[in-house]
């Protein structure tokens, strides 16, 4: 956590550093522009990284670089209290007694997980690869708060203590860094004394072949084969580097399909970054790890580029675009959707889904709004739903309780609300809403909902599985 000593190990050596969170942006509550006063916000979906973590990979271990092999970075949560089954019966006033969702017995037992190396030996407090780090749960908690703070304590949008899931949307990838992370969120926008009665939070998993919160290219053949890497162009570009930093790697070049790979140095020097470990000092030199994350993001994310047209032209593009993120964006525009028709009668007010760089950087992409960098551990892209109010639901008066009801009935539901897109503290005024009357007038970022959904049925595939097929589509 900020300002507390944390340490890690590499060889034989220990080293003591202080724990920060330069991989993370935090949310400017303070900062947050209001609404104009006509809209009334009614509904939030956010989609929010995953907080640090250790590199899913060991790399750049050895000298000169000697970034460490074992990240001792993960003392919170390594206690878990599990339900086990119970052939005893429940004993009044015993602990770890209790009743399960249907009534029967279970009891509760505790363990401590631990990292085992290959020679056998455990180490309290070291993290797995790829594993949230108690970094990574500070930032994700303090996202969490921040959210409280904003859309409670600063625009009273959300009530001040969680009493249903009717009200509240958790869902993650089915992934520990994920999960973990949402549970960090939701500790921190609603932490215990702020759940009402026996209110507890459900937080939803899908299978793989149901995730959406990325492209599935498990559930879609089609998407796997049109998702081709920029290598030639980019590895050309790479080779300027390999004087500085082949002697990090063992001699080979930086290239996207190294090895290492780009990505993999990448994912290395941003992780240990964020815990405040030591990097070789010419990956702090200007430019030296732009150039690395500019053509890694190519490598990932140059099928959903336009500018790209190379490799996938013109209909392609928008194929991987719809089978990409068209599922994840279709389900969002349905419950914006929901909400609009159904106002107050849909109490659904937050939607948090905890996920992945890779879904936050195809999103924006999708709706041509990517900055080609590599998104940071933590940020969030937020989609917000707002209704324009009639000048008679806007005076207060007893008229205004009486009609407003029957104004917003009359209203087109599509084109009084609009759909506001923010990330990384930005506004993100999306192309596809610029022209005149798919915005609010003078105000490019609040998309009107029609505007929205219709580009997002561009995207939606209409037949999934001929369009997954190998052969895609019929042209």
Same mark, same amino acid.
Request: with cysteine.
């Given at each position: ?220 053949k089609r998407l796997e ?26 001699g080979n070049p930086i =290239?996207?399909?190294? %090895? ?6 990448? $994912? +290395?020097?941003? /992780? *240990? ?63 914006l959707a929901a909400k609009?028709?159904?106002?107050? =009668?849909?109490?659904? %007010? ?6 992945? $760089? +890779?879904?936050? /950087? *195809? ?84 998309? +009107?909902?029609? /505007? ?24």
């Amino acid at each position: 956590m900020p300002g507390v000593n944390l340490e890690f190990a590499s060889g034989s050596s220990n080293h003591t550093v202080v724990g920060n969170s330069s991989g993370h942006v935090p949310l400017d509550v303070e900062g947050y522009p209001a609404a104009p006063p006509e809209l009334e916000l009614e509904q939030v979906h956010i989609y929010v990284r995953h907080g640090e973590r250790t590199p899913v990979g060991i790399r750049m271990a050895e000298p000169p670089a000697s970034i460490p092999k074992h990240w001792m970075f993960c003392n919170t949560a390594r206690h878990f209290r599990a339900a086990v089954a119970s052939s005893g019966p429940i004993i009044p006033g015993v602990p770890n007694m209790t009743k399960d969702d249907s009534g029967g017995m279970q009891e509760s037992l505790r363990t401590v997980r631990v990292v085992e190396r290959a020679d056998g030996t455990a180490t309290s407090g070291e993290c797995l690869l790829g594993e949230l780090t108690d970094v990574g749960r500070q930032t994700t908690y303090n996202f969490g708060h921040a959210l409280r703070r904003l859309y409670i304590d600063r625009l009273g949008f959300l009530p001040d203590v969680a009493e249903s899931n009717e009200e509240i949307y958790l869902r993650s990838t089915n992934v520990p860094r994920t999960i973990e992370s949402l549970q960090q969120v939701i500790h921190g926008l609603y932490p215990d004394t702020k759940l009402g009665g026996d209110f507890v939070p459900n937080l939803r998993i899908r299978n793989g072949k149901d995730e959406n919160l990325f492209g599935n290219t498990l559930a879609c053949k089609r998407l796997e084969i049109l998702q081709i890497a920029a290598a030639t162009e980019w590895n050309q570009v790479l080779a300027a580097l390999d004087p500085k930093l082949s002697k990090y790697v063992g001699g080979n070049p930086i =290239r996207l399909d190294g %090895k290492p790979r780009a990505s993999g140095i990448l $994912d +290395t020097v941003k /992780a *240990a970054v964020a815990h405040s470990i030591p990097i070789p000092p010419e990956f702090q030199e200007p430019g030296v790890v732009d150039l690395i994350e500019k053509a890694v993001v190519n490598e990932w994310f140059a099928a959903l580029e336009v500018a790209y047209k190379c490799f996938l032209i013109g209909y392609k593009t928008e194929e991987v675009r719809r089978l990409g993120m068209g599922p994840l964006l279709s389900d969002l525009s349905r419950k914006l959707a929901a909400k609009a028709e159904h106002g107050s =009668r849909d109490p659904l %007010k937050i939607l948090i889904h905890s996920t992945h $760089d +890779t879904s936050l /950087a *195809a999103l924006c992409s999708t709706l041509e709004v990517f900055d080609n960098r590599w998104p940071a551990f933590s940020s969030a892209i937020t989609f917000e739903l707002f209704h324009k109010r009639s000048p008679l639901e806007m005076q207060p008066s007893i008229w205004q309780s009486v009609l407003a009801p029957f104004q917003r009935q009359r209203a087109d539901p599509l084109h009084e609300h609009y759909v506001r897109m923010r990330y990384q503290n930005r506004n993100l005024p999306i192309p596809a809403c610029a022209a005149e009357g798919k915005h609010l007038p003078g105000a490019p970022e609040f998309c +009107t909902l029609a /505007a929205f959904r219709e580009r997002v049925l561009d995207l939606t595939p209409v037949d999934w599985e001929t369009e997954c097929s190998p052969a895609g589509r019929p042209s």
